[in-house]
Every structure is written in C-alpha cells, then in structure tokens.
C-alpha cells in the first residue's frame, strides 16, 4: 500500500509563491510516475506537473509553465511543488499522485488560495 501526505497549501496573494510538499511511505519502490493534480469545484482534477521516476523527465501543464517547478528528494521520499508568480485561477485543491502498475495513488489534498 502507498501513502500520500500532502502539505503546504494556504492562502497567497498574487504574485506570491508557496511550495508545496508530498511525503510518500509504502509500497513506493516501484513507482514509475509522481506529480501534482488540482481541482476546482464543479471540474474535472487536471494535471498540473509530473516526473518520470525512471529518468528525471517532467511536465508541465502549459498554464504553470515558467512558474512551477517540481522536484523530488529521494532520500526523503519526498516530492515538492515550487509555486512562484501565483494567479487566481491558480486556486484549487492540489493533489500528490503516485503512479504504479497496480493502481494510482492520491494524498488527501491541499487548499491552494490566490487573492487578487
């Protein structure tokens, strides 16, 4: 089994930055993707940024490019979210996801505001 812990959401204004974390514990090993999703109420959860665990490669969803930087500390099993130049339509619940051949995994959740 594989836990996802989420953390580092809050309320920004524009232009501001936040970093967002996801501890990982578990079945972790054999992961072959890890990245952030986000929803807002009444849409779909689209993906924000992800990296390849076999080589490094990440993407990002056009909208955050430039701004967003995702990246990973292994030794902590640990995947951050570097948020700068934060918009409104950047508000939304983020969420960690962890990929295998089993099954896709979700943390709980975290409150992204962005006040104009």
């Known amino acids: 089994e594989v836990q996802l812990q989420a953390s580092g959401g809050g309320l920004v204004h524009v232009g501001g930055s936040l970093r967002l974390s996801c501890a990982a514990s578990?079945?972790?090993?054999?992961?072959?993707?890890i990245g952030w999703f986000r929803q807002t109420p009444g849409k779909e959860r689209e993906g924000v940024s992800c990296?390849?665990?076999?080589?490094?490669?990440?993407y990002y969803e056009d909208s955050v490019k430039g701004r967003f930087t995702i990246s990973r500390d292994n030794a902590k099993s640990t995947l951050y979210l570097q948020m700068n130049s934060l918009k409104p339509e950047d508000t939304a619940v983020y969420y960690c996801?962890?990929?295998?051949?089993?099954?896709?995994?979700w943390g709980q959740g975290t409150l992204v505001t962005v006040s104009s």
């Open positions: 996801n962890l990929r295998n051949a089993r099954n896709d995994y």
């Open positions: 578990g079945s972790i090993a054999d992961a072959y993707a």
């Open positions: 990296i390849s665990v076999s080589d490094g490669t990440t």
